[in-house]
């Protein structure tokens, strides 16, 4: 359990890092910056969301996610 934990944990942290640089951004261009797959981006988003540190603007065609400061 501790591997998956650590795994996740990993890829939230470069997902924030991203987003702490420039912020808001697609998941594509999160997917670019980070080298992650669209799946590993979407683990990392939902585990910065459970822990209450990004938002979603949905205004756009493209939902833009940004961390909540």
Known sequence: ???????????????WQELKRRSPQTVNQLTSKTNLSKDD?????????????????????????GLIE
């Open 41 to 65: 981006v979407f683990v990392a988003l939902g585990w910065l969301a459970r822990e209450g540190k990004i938002n979603l603007d949905d205004s756009n065609k493209s939902p833009r996610f």
């Open 1 to 15: 359990m501790a591997d998956v934990l650590e795994m996740f944990g990993g890829k939230a942290g470069l997902v």
